[in-house]
């Protein structure tokens, strides 16, 4: 089997200066990669949410308006982050569920904050995870991609800013994971960043996602020898096209 690490390495998602946090809904970061979010805020870097709904869909409430719910969740949003360690939000206006029917504005938007910003570092939620049935994890994901290898085309998506580097991604939720970063000292406040969703995390779902979500960085933690990880797929603009390979890195 072909160790494309050898040709291709992976960034050192750690080491990450400015990062943009793509997010489907808010509390997606938090839940996908919290703990990490929180560390590298620590260390000094620049963290930026991108949320493109505000999970206005999000509710079984049948007593609660779209409005209502939008404004409460992000409220909640950015309670969360502050309580990771403080950052800006960008809130889009995309409708719940469903990005799929915006793709090209969307697209188009994804390549305008990041020639804006210029990260180093993207994350989003991986669109290749298996059994993933929410179509807005899966649209922004792929959305996200395609802005990595984009960026720096100054033919492509004109209407976006002028081209930049092109970041790395890092992937939360991924299936095939090939970094797992240290949260042992952080991941408290992943939790704690968890309770400001109250809105979508009302007991039992609140609980059993917390033990849930306590178990598996644990278990990933014991993969490097730690208390706790949080894993990623870290992947560079040469992986996203083209790359047989790029699932085993």
């Known amino acids: ?18 990062l943009l946090a793509f ?9 996908g990669a919290g703990a990490t979010i929180a560390r590298l805020i620590s260390q000094g870097c620049e ?22 719910l939008g404004q409460v969740r992000k409220r909640e949003q950015e309670e969360a982050l502050k309580t990771l360690g403080g950052g800006e939000v960008i809130f889009w206006s995309y409708p719940d569920t469903m990005l799929r029917a915006h793709e090209s504005a969307l ?6 904050v990041i020639r804006q ?19 807005d ?32 991604i890092a992937f939360y939720g991924s299936a095939w994971p090939n970094a797992f970063i240290d949260v042992s000292g952080t991941f408290d406040r992943k939790l704690a960043a968890l309770e400001a969703h109250k809105s979508q995390f009302a007991p039992p779902l609140g609980p059993q996602l917390m033990m849930y979500l306590t178990l598996h960085a644990q278990e990933n933690g014991q993969k490097i020898g730690v ?17 047989a390979y790029a699932w085993q890195s």
């Open 1 to 18: 089997m072909m160790d494309l690490s050898t040709i291709l390495p992976i960034p050192d998602l750690t080491q990450a200066k400015r």
């Open 23 to 31: 997010s489907p809904h808010p509390d997606d970061n938090e839940v």
């Open 47 to 68: 963290v930026v949410y991108v949320v493109a709904t505000v999970g206005q869909a999000g509710s079984e409430d049948m007593g609660i308006t779209t409005q209502e």
């Open 107 to 112: 697209q188009s938007d994804v390549l305008r």
């Open 117 to 135: 910003y210029r990260p180093d570092f993207v994350m989003a939620p991986d669109p290749w995870l298996p059994y993933e049935a929410h179509p």
């Open 137 to 168: 994890h899966r649209t922004l994901g792929h959305a996200v991609a395609t802005g990595v290898i984009m960026a720096p085309f100054s033919l492509a998506f004109q209407q976006s800013g002028t081209p930049v580097p092109s970041p790395a």
């Open 227 to 243: 208390e706790r990880a949080e894993p990623f797929k870290v992947l560079t603009q040469h992986h996203l096209h083209f790359n």
